[in-house]
């Protein structure tokens, strides 16, 4: 019974070395949401974009892409190349400007929108990892 039991012991043990244990965190409901266009008198287009974290730890975002769909046109692609500190469980407002493909430059009033975006998180010192997400809706062009 004695062996048997530190037989027991002894594979559990082996067992547990063997495991490991994960140290990645799993970003789960990233979100990113076209929320405000602003028309400036150049054609160029204010995208002010939410940043949205229901994680229980803090997301940092390297950099980040969006292609943005306005009325069904493609409207261009938005660049984040600054990092962005995003806290556990809150958002963060980031606009940025571009310039619109030709044939949207004249939006005005609500327009609907689709957002693809890829977030590339900073996980430590020079560790990324890419995150997909995407989002829909309408916005109001001011």
């Not at 965190?25 to 949205?52: H, M, T």
């Not at 009325?71 to 995003?86: H, R, T």
């Amino acid at each position: 019974m004695k062996k048997l039991f530190i037989l027991t012991l002894l594979g559990l043990t082996v067992l547990g070395l063997f495991s490991g244990c994960s140290s990645g965190v799993e970003r789960i409901g990233l979100q990113v949401q076209l929320v405000k266009l602003d028309k400036k008198a150049n054609g160029s287009l204010l995208a002010s974009l939410l940043f949205s974290n229901p994680n229980v730890s803090s997301v940092n975002v390297s950099k980040s892409t969006h292609q943005l769909t306005l009325n069904g046109k493609s409207a261009g692609m938005l660049e984040i190349s600054e990092p962005v500190g995003i806290p556990a469980q809150q958002t963060t407002t980031i606009t940025v400007s571009f310039t619109p493909v030709s044939g949207t430059a004249d939006l005005s009033g609500s327009v609907s929108y689709q957002l693809a975006s890829v977030l590339t998180l900073r996980i430590y010192d020079d560790d990324t990892e890419r995150f997909k997400t995407s989002s829909s809706g309408a916005v109001t062009v001011q």
